[in-house]
Structures are given as structure tokens and as C-alpha cells.
């Protein structure tokens, strides 16, 4: 069964701190994917990453950074987290077999304080 | 840029009812476009997909239309239940590296 997985299903940081959110994939997947997704806005991508060590900004990439030092890991770091940063960040992944599905993992809600 | 709209919500319907969500998209080229389901608690999966114009997506009793000429892609189901109540977000893909773009989703809430 397919599966990416989120470090932390809720986290409670304070102004300044630097957060790491990290996504795991078991179905060796290439491309990877943050987002983040907030009412009335939707899901907004932040960064992906196509190959190990490889990545590009998304549409909202201030603010954050990414790692991808292996295939089945890709983490979103926030280096100092502000409270506008507070949200729903969701990671994705999908292979380059032309299935056209992203798989998505369960969410991290982040509340910055 | 690519662009998604879709209707805002809540969607409100009694069991049995027939369900529609609009979705319009902008893009150029030949889109792929997509339904995803958001239940409560969770992360998106597909829902249903369409590659090119006139592809018709179906599952779960879902159905959606790839209709190039007005550009949407509007979700229907005949007889909604409990159970279909979620966010739902039509989203299209444009690129080669399988880059998702959005709508802003629309709550469905279905009432016994």
C-alpha cells in the first residue's frame, strides 16, 4: 500500500525558532512536493524536488528551505518561523510513470506563536 | 499563469440529492485536470482524473467532463451520502514535472 508519511501531526513553535517538517515516501517515488494550504486559499505549492539533491521554488517559496539528501525523504525547514507561517503544510510525491496521482500525507499543522 | 476556479462553498444538500460542483480552469496548452477529495483529518487522494478533451472521470458514483471549449470540468454525483462529506479541490496539471495548481477547494456537508 502506498504511504508518505509526516514527522509530526501538530507542532507548536514560537516566533524566531527554525522548523524542520519532514516526508517520507515508501514508493520510490521522484518527485516530491511541499504545500501549504490554507481557507480560501487552497493548496499552494512552496518548493519540489524532482532528483535527490535537486529542487525549485514553487509559488511561495519566502521564507522556507528544503533538503532532499535521499530519494525517500524530502524536508521543509523554516529558518526562523513567523507567525504568518502558521498553516496546514501537506508533502506529496508521484512517480514519473505517468500515473497523474500525487499520493498525500496526513498534514502537519503548524501553529507558529 | 495556469488558474483554477471553483465554486465557493459550503455545499449544503440532504442525503440523496444530486450534486454539482463547478470548476473552470486557464491554461495554456492541453492540461490534464483532476478531482481530489480532502475527508476530515486527512490528506488529499484522487478522486478522478481527465488526460484530454471529452475524457469523462468516474469513480465512487463521481463524474466529471473534460470540456475544452468552456473550459471546465464540473464534479457531479447523482445521489450524494453522509459519507461524501469533504473538501473537494479541482486542480490541473501543466508541466513535465507533474506540478499541481489548485482551486480553493469546496466544502461539501451532506445532512441524513
Known amino acids: 500500500d502506498v504511504k508518505v508519511t509526516q514527522s509530526s501531526r501538530y507542532l507548536v513553535k514560537r516566533t524566531g525558532e527554525k522548523v524542520f517538517l519532514e516526508c517520507v515516501q515508501d514508493?520510490?517515488?521522484?518527485?516530491m512536493f511541499w504545500y501549504r494550504q490554507d481557507p480560501g486559499l487552497g493548496l499552494r505549492l512552496i518548493y519540489f524536488?524532482?532528483?535527490?539533491?535537486?529542487?525549485e521554488k514553487g509559488d511561495i517559496p519566502e521564507g522556507y528551505s528544503v533538503s532532499r539528501e535521499k530519494k525517500e525523504r524530502f524536508s521543509l525547514i523554516l529558518e526562523s518561523a513567523s507567525t504568518n507561517q502558521t498553516s496546514m503544510y501537506l508533502c506529496?510525491?508521484?512517480?514519473?510513470?505517468?500515473?497523474?496521482?500525487?499520493?498525500f500525507g496526513p498534514g502537519t499543522r503548524l501553529t507558529v506563536t | 499563469g495556469d488558474s483554477v476556479t471553483q465554486m465557493e462553498g459550503p455545499v449544503t444538500l440532504s442525503e440523496e440529492a444530486f450534486l454539482t460542483i463547478n470548476c473552470t480552469y486557464t491554461?495554456?496548452?492541453?492540461?490534464?485536470l483532476f478531482w481530489y477529495v480532502q475527508y476530515p483529518g486527512e490528506g488529499l487522494q484522487l478522486l478522478l482524473k481527465?488526460?484530454?478533451?471529452?475524457d469523462k472521470g468516474s469513480n465512487k458514483g463521481f463524474e466529471a467532463t473534460y470540456r475544452k471549449e468552456t473550459t471546465s470540468f464540473h464534479l457531479e454525483k447523482g445521489s450524494v451520502q453522509v459519507s461524501d462529506s469533504a473538501v473537494y479541490f479541482c486542480?490541473?496539471?501543466?508541466?513535465?514535472?507533474?506540478?499541481?495548481?489548485f482551486g480553493t477547494g469546496t466544502r461539501l456537508l451532506v445532512s441524513p
Open positions: 506529496a510525491s508521484i512517480g514519473l510513470a505517468r500515473s497523474y496521482e500525487q499520493y
Open positions: 491554461a495554456t496548452g492541453y492540461p490534464s
Open positions: 481527465a488526460t484530454k478533451a471529452d
Open positions: 486542480a490541473l496539471s501543466n508541466t513535465g514535472f507533474q506540478k499541481l495548481v
Open positions: 524536488s524532482y532528483d535527490v539533491k535537486m529542487k
Open positions: 514508493m520510490d517515488h521522484e518527485n
